[in-house]
């Protein structure tokens, strides 16, 4: 699993004032939970780039004035109109405690249904699981090397972890192959002269 290192400093002052103060110097106010204290500190906004602006999970290990934390990313804020990140919560993960995150879910095989001219379609990207810091994973992979045309593979067909609780409803679709209207109009075109053949024969 990857590791962003973050750089923060200590807020001293909190409040609406503060934070705009901080914004107007270029950085990102952010309070991190899970301590024996809730701490108040600011980041620059290109450090927490690579954790905010992909599609994998990642920790983030926040070195706050010389004493490090690793964490998860719980919330980010963005401006409504420029989408600048204006606030950022983190979570300080203790060992033994379980936490909830969401994981993206990655594929492996190749479904016969893609094979035969369907389109993957991708209905869920992220899974929401809990697990204690130890035993968390990066992401969760599905195999859909039997997925094949017009079907769906659900959160429930997630092959199980030690340690990791899936949280998502068992029953949502994940993935399906869909037909494309070439191949339907194809399939339909086909019975259609299948059945003027029989009725001929008739």
């Known amino acids: 699993m990857e590791i962003v290192a973050i750089k923060g400093q200590v807020r001293s002052d909190v409040g609406k004032k503060s934070s705009k103060a901080v914004r107007k110097e270029g950085l990102v106010p952010c309070v991190l939970y899970g301590t024996k204290e809730v701490i108040h500190f600011t980041v620059n906004p290109k450090s927490v780039k690579d954790l905010i602006y992909t599609p994998d999970f990642k920790l983030a290990e926040i070195d706050i004035d010389g004493t490090v934390y690793r964490t998860i990313l719980k919330d980010t804020q963005f401006h409504p109109v420029s989408d600048a990140i204006v606030h950022l919560?983190?979570?300080?993960?203790?060992?033994?405690?379980?936490?909830?995150?969401?994981?993206?879910?990655?594929?492996?095989?190749?479904?016969?249904?893609?094979?035969?001219?369907?389109?993957?379609?991708q209905n869920l990207r992220r899974v929401k699981i809990k697990s204690t810091p130890e035993q968390m994973v990066g992401d969760l992979t599905l195999d859909i090397s039997e997925?094949?045309?017009?079907?769906?593979i659900r959160v429930r067909d997630i092959a199980a972890i030690d340690g990791?609780?899936?949280?998502?409803?068992?029953?949502?679709?994940?993935?399906?192959?869909?037909?494309?209207?070439?191949?339907?109009?194809?399939?339909?075109a086909a019975e259609g002269e299948e059945e003027e053949e029989t009725e001929e024969e008739v």
């Open 164 to 188: 990791i609780e899936i949280m998502s409803p068992a029953g949502t679709p994940v993935a399906s192959v869909e037909i494309p209207r070439a191949l339907k109009s194809a399939t339909s």
């Open 89 to 121: 919560d983190f979570l300080a993960l203790v060992e033994g405690h379980k936490v909830k995150i969401e994981v993206p879910v990655r594929f492996k095989g190749v479904s016969p249904g893609i094979k035969l001219g369907g389109k993957l379609q």
């Open 147 to 152: 997925l094949e045309l017009g079907s769906a």
